[in-house]
């Protein structure tokens, strides 16, 4: 069941985070450049994004309210058709904080279905949120997200406050998602990794082309995602038959079917296999 770890050839998900100002849509475009390819902006900034015309080549498309899930989803999906390589979603944030985003979507739910229990409403609000990370996970373009901050503090003895960092206006955790997470602070717009996969980023450092160029070099050290994809479908292959429930099976084959996307014919063995012990646990459960 186990097999020698190595890393594999992937795509970029990276987060830039920082208060207003702090630099964010400019690095991001700094670091689009260095990964190179077309570039798209999905810009929910009111027009930002385009102020920068002149230090990179990219195509705009403005993101107003409502800042659905789904309409992020869908500004995703025409970029991967219109054959982008970069995608940056400036901003991530109002996703979950602005007008029409997942907090006010839950308090409308709540209010709606739940007798105002916000507890409940997260049944609900909870998978569209995770269908826009699952999109941003298995999309074949490099993602960008850039994200809101504001310094955490809490007050300490003698009623002092306490500086704790930044924390980004986002869904809590949202950085497990991502390969590299890099705060950006006023003082220079130095970005600073709180989180990195990669290795590259061990000091603070202005973002520039030739971060993206690092990145890209390592993201492009690994196997094929050809040769990736055929390894995860055959590895479900293997596990499948032997799944106990309808919930191992479902991870099992969401897992390879990430990796599988692009590639038809494993994506059809992938879901034979997986309705045909669909079929038999629905059996077993019935004996039973």
């Known amino acids: 069941m186990f097999k020698k770890a190595e890393r594999k050839q992937a795509r970029l998900r ?4 920082g208060p207003s100002g702090s630099g964010k849509t400019y690095s991001a475009l700094q670091m689009a450049k260095g990964l190179g390819g077309r570039i798209a902006v999905i810009d929910t900034e009111h027009g930002s994004a385009s102020l920068y015309a002149d230090i990179a080549d990219f195509d705009v498309t403005e993101l107003h309210a409502p800042y659905s899930p789904e309409r992020y989803i869908e500004a995703i999906k025409a970029a991967e058709r219109a054959g982008y390589d970069v995608l940056i979603i400036d901003s991530y944030s109002h996703e979950w904080t602005g007008p029409g985003g997942c907090l006010e979507i839950n308090d409308q739910i709540a209010k709606a279905k739940y007798k105002g229990n916000t507890w409940s409403a997260w049944n609900e609000t909870t998978p569209r949120h995770r269908s826009l990370t699952d999109k941003i996970l298995t999309s074949p373009l490099h993602i960008i997200c850039t994200m809101r901050s504001k310094t955490e503090t809490v ?21 497990y998602e991502m390969t590299v997470v890099l705060d950006l602070v006023h003082d220079g717009n130095m970005a600073v990794a709180s989180k990195d996969r990669t290795k590259l980023f061990k000091q603070p450092e202005l ?19 050809a040769t990736q994809a055929d390894d995860a479908v055959a590895d479900a292959l293997d596990k499948m038959p032997l799944a106990e429930t309808m919930q191992e099976l479902h991870g099992l084959y969401s897992a390879a079917y990430r990796q599988a996307q692009g590639y038809p014919d494993a994506l059809a063995k992938l879901t034979e296999a997986k309705d045909k012990r669909k079929t038999e646990l629905a059996q077993l459960e019935g004996v039973a």
Not at 14 to 17: P, R
């Open 207 to 225: 973002i520039t082309p030739e971060t993206g160029q690092r990145l890209l070099a390592w993201l492009n050290d690994g196997r094929s995602q």
């Open 155 to 175: 007050q300490g003895e003698g009623k002092k406050i306490l500086k704790l960092g930044m924390k980004s206006e986002q869904r809590e955790g949202c950085e």
């Open 14 to 17: 990276l987060a830039l985070a």
